[in-house]
């Protein structure tokens, strides 16, 4: 079994950053993807970026040149750093580890962008 911790989210006026973090307990062994999702209210959950164990990244195109997501496996902890944040960039953020045929998620983490 793998949990998840989430950490770094909050209010954060427009233009503003964020630094997210997530870290990673329990059994995980081999290759796996960490990745970030959100959910804001009435919508769908969507990906915001991942991250192979070989640092190949994928980012939405609503944050890409915003945002940057890294890992360090040997603390099996995942970064989203978010730049020049948007209101609609408002939602909870999810944190996923994908290891074979099963996914983990975190317990999510609040992100508000409002003046």
């Known amino acids: 079994q793998l949990q998840l911790v989430e950490s770094g989210g909050g209010l954060v006026q427009p233009g503003g950053s964020l630094r997210l973090s997530c870290a990673a307990s329990?059994?995980?062994?081999?290759?796996?993807?960490m990745g970030w999702y959100r959910q804001a209210p009435g919508k769908q959950r969507e990906l915001v970026a991942g991250i192979t164990s070989g640092g190949r990244t994928n980012y939405a195109d609503s944050v890409k040149g915003r945002s940057t997501i890294s890992r360090d496996n040997a603390r099996n902890t995942v970064y989203l750093q978010m730049n020049s944040l948007k209101p609609e960039d408002t939602a909870v953020y999810y944190c996923?580890?994908?290891?074979?045929?099963?996914?983990?998620w975190g317990q999510g983490t609040q992100v508000t962008v409002s003046s």
């Open positions: 996923n580890v994908h290891a074979g045929k099963n996914d983990y």
């Open positions: 329990g059994s995980i062994f081999g290759i796996y993807t």
